[in-house]
């Protein structure tokens, strides 16, 4: 599809000063078990300005992390031009690198050295004069708040304050220009807004300029201008909230009163009309093709119950995004005609789940100690047959502590643990048979096909033969895998890899499925698709525990808990979290915001 050339607007002017400069630029990959090159950025033409913080934002595989290596000098472009600080990148490679700060996903801390030795092997490494130092230290460190933790090995540190640390690492010799690859992913919402407040004191005191690319895009409110990149082209650009406006008049919500969301949002879904639908506080937000959604409806399918809302960025998105599609499909954006005619009315929808399904796991006065350390501190909940329940939590809260202790994988100090009806002290084995688990980490065989790492995965939980062959016929179906099944998997976007480490977690039919931060740097559509999988499994009687820092995600799950440093702060629907923190000044809060204020409410208890 042709992409269109976006309008300059008023925040990027001809005639402002560029940091970054891409001119025509163009870059293929050649990858094994491919007859033709991938192209990963087709002619890109693009001005970064000075002083400004542009985002860089698009799906799996859209080129984001392209376009910045391109930027650090990472790769040469195969045709084009790349400018950066006014120089000519392929032949001021050494003047360039003194001026620039690359912090990529995995930012190369070593987790053996202290804080205080990192700084100073980086400090080595930009051959920084020894006098200066310990100086330019102290100020990085009030910038980051890691003062009061120079002693700590960065292999101790949380999520949060490694991105920190990375970032102090790479502003030891105060660059004009910081290229960041998400540097938020995997991060808190409390550690995130503390990376803010950082980027945008760089911004606005220190007058570096920025270009970013992020996975979370409520952040899109802190840029100056962002980018929407999609199959390696430029798909809209603009200052966020011009971008939001295009969704004007079409983002609504649907009131779910006391029914379950999954049945309203299954609802929606039948409406030609509606584009997208998404879990939220009191019910699903929907976008619609038209701004006159149900115009054309029997007047008893109406559902009256919903209203309007103003336009996020993340509707924005997934409207620019399903839009090609469509029109890829040639179908058109104004037929709003009923796929069927039998929809369900309202008001015969059911209720949330029945209290009365039995627990499959269990824990009471559950501790984890590290030598004097409280990993885990005497936490106490239940988790029912069918449930998605959440554990949310800070970066260092316990989560993944809980979580390895429930598989088996670590032993709890204290206190009892019944999973499927086996106790993990004594009978670990047994419940290990009846649980799937997928890590935070894509911990799959990179240089096997998706094909043989289903394969290996299914042999390893003993299936054979016939019913070996129906589970991967099944994972290929049921997790859209069928397309590239032959490619290794180190070579698939991270969407597809989340999905193939959840085929291969349910090869056996487990009966809970452990999802430790399942989609942690996966764009909103893949994450959208990965949670209808998760639905899909829990109306099959399936039990889902599962973490994330998407406080958005969370609105899908029945229950949740919030822990910090080691306790629960809370636990029950997400209604019932938000209602905790309503307000006069938040009369509507949302996950995050109840997520933010109990956890430094919590904070304080403990101190």
């Known amino acids: 599809m042709q992409i269109q050339p976006q309008p300059k607007t008023t925040e990027n002017k001809v005639n402002d000063p560029v940091a970054l400069s891409f001119n025509k630029v163009k870059k293929d990959f050649v990858l094994k078990n491919k007859k033709n090159p991938v192209n990963a950025l087709k002619e890109i033409t693009l001005d970064i300005k000075k002083r400004k913080i542009t985002g860089l934002v698009g799906p799996d595989g859209a080129g984001k992390t392209t376009l910045i290596r391109l930027a650090a000098g990472l790769y040469l472009p195969d045709n084009g031009s790349i400018a950066v600080l006014d120089m000519d990148l392929t032949n001021n490679q050494a003047d360039i690198s003194s001026k620039v700060g690359y912090m990529p996903q995995k930012f190369g801390l070593y987790e053996d050295l202290t804080i205080n030795e990192n700084l100073n092997l980086y400090a080595d490494l930009f051959d920084l004069d020894k006098k200066i130092r310990q100086e330019r230290f102290d100020e990085l460190l009030n910038l980051t708040a890691l003062k009061p933790f120079v002693k700590r090995l960065a292999g101790r540190l949380s999520g949060g304050m490694k991105q920190k640390l990375g970032l102090a690492c790479i502003l030891i010799n105060r660059p004009s220009l910081l290229l960041l690859d998400e540097p938020t992913v995997g991060v808190d919402p409390l550690s995130r807004l503390d990376i803010w407040k950082i980027l945008k004191k760089l911004r606005d005191v220190d007058g570096i300029s920025i270009f970013m690319s992020t996975a979370y895009l ?10 929407l990149l999609h ?6 650009r603009d200052v966020p909230a011009t971008l939001k406006q295009n969704v004007k008049d079409r983002a609504f919500v649907l009131k779910a009163g006391s029914h379950n969301k999954r049945q309203y949002k299954k609802y929606l879904e039948k409406f030609n009309d509606v584009l997208d639908t998404n879990p939220v506080s009191d019910g699903i937000r929907f976008i619609t093709k038209t701004t006159e959604p149900f115009k054309n409806l029997r007047v008893e399918l109406i559902p009256k119950n919903y209203y309007a809302v103003e336009p996020n960025f993340e509707d924005f998105f997934v409207d620019k995004l399903l839009s090609v599609k469509i029109h890829e499909n040639n179908k058109s954006l104004q037929d709003i005609a009923i796929q069927s005619d039998n929809l369900e009315i309202m008001t015969n929808l059911p209720d949330n789940q029945s209290d009365n399904n039995q627990a499959l796991i269990t824990l009471k006065n559950l501790t984890r100690i590290f030598g004097d350390f409280y990993a885990v501190n005497n936490i106490t909940f239940d988790v029912k047959q069918g449930e998605i329940f959440g554990l949310l939590g800070a970066n260092g809260a316990g989560k993944s502590t809980t979580f390895r202790m429930l598989c088996g994988l670590l032993p709890a100090s204290s206190g009892e643990i019944s999973v499927v009806g086996y106790d993990m002290r004594t009978a670990p084995a047994f419940a290990r048979q009846k649980i799937g688990y ?18 290996f995965f299914a042999s390893v939980y003993g299936l054979k033969g016939n019913k070996k062959k129906q589970r991967i016929l099944w994972a290929l179906e049921n997790m859209e895998l069928t397309d590239v099944a032959d490619s290794k998997s180190q070579d698939i976007p991270l969407g597809y ?11 056996h039919e487990p009966e809970i499925v452990f999802l430790d931060e399942p989609t942690s740097g996966v764009d909103p559509l893949a994450r959208r698709e990965f949670w209808e999988h998760i639905g899909k499994l829990s109306e099959t009687g399936i039990t889902t525990l599962v973490t994330t820092h998407f406080m958005d995600e969370a609105e899908y799950c029945d229950r949740i808990a919030i822990m910090s440093e080691g306790k629960i702060l809370c636990i029950g629907s997400p209604e019932d979290i938000k209602n905790q923190i309503i307000t006069k000044e938040i009369p509507n809060p949302s996950l995050e915001d109840a997520f933010i204020q109990l956890t430094i409410t919590g904070a304080q208890k403990n101190d």
Do not use: P, W
């Not at 911990?443 to 394969?455: A, H, P, Q």
């Open 438 to 455: 997928m890590s935070q980490k894509f911990s799959l065989y990179g240089n096997l096909s998706v094909m043989e790492n289903m394969d």
């Open 231 to 236: 199959h390696g082209e430029i798909l809209a």
């Open 218 to 227: 409520n952040e899109t409110d802190n840029l100056d201008d962002v980018i």
């Open 497 to 507: 890899k989340q999905r193939l480490s959840m085929a291969c977690a349910l090869m």
